[in-house]
Nanobody
Framework: QLQLVESGGGLVQPGGSLRLSCAVS???????????IGWFRQAPGKEREGISW????????RYADSVKGRFTISTDNSKSTIYLQMKNLKPEDTAIYYC?????????????????WGQGTQVTVSS
């Protein structure tokens, strides 16, 4: 069964760093390499926001302006895992972070373009 599991969230002070992981299970390594994966976040009372995207095949990556220069997305295809390295975290980065598989139905920032979501991991940036 295809499943995505996020991990690595937690409480961090402003200016700190975290690395989130998204482990994809239930698929072969060769199938994983055909995927494109997005990272989203949702803060209380706000819409789900697409923040980064990567092609597991090419490594091509995209970022929202809100995280560009601070966040880095990567994959380890041998582990079927996607990472989101987050640096210089700000209080406004506080949210639940989700990964999802791109169904290529629209813009990479649009949640409706994705299928098979993880359960999310909480990131809190506070002093």
């Amino acid at each position: 069964q295809l499943q995505l599991v996020e991990s690595g969230g937690g409480l961090v002070q402003p200016g700190g760093s975290l690395r989130l992981s998204c482990a994809v299970s239930g698929v072969s390594g060769s199938t994983f390499e055909t995927y494109s994966i997005g990272w989203f976040r949702q803060a209380p009372g706000k819409e789900r926001e697409g923040i980064s995207w990567i092609s597991a095949y090419s490594g091509s990556a995209r970022y929202a302006d809100s995280v560009k220069g601070r966040f880095t997305i990567s994959t380890d295809n041998s582990k079927s895992t996607i990472y989101l390295q987050m640096k210089n975290l700000k209080p406004e980065d506080t949210a639940i972070y989700y990964c999802a598989l791109d169904a290529h139905r629209g813009a990479w920032t649009f949640p409706g373009s994705y299928h098979t979501w993880g359960q999310g991991t909480q990131v809190t940036v506070s002093s």
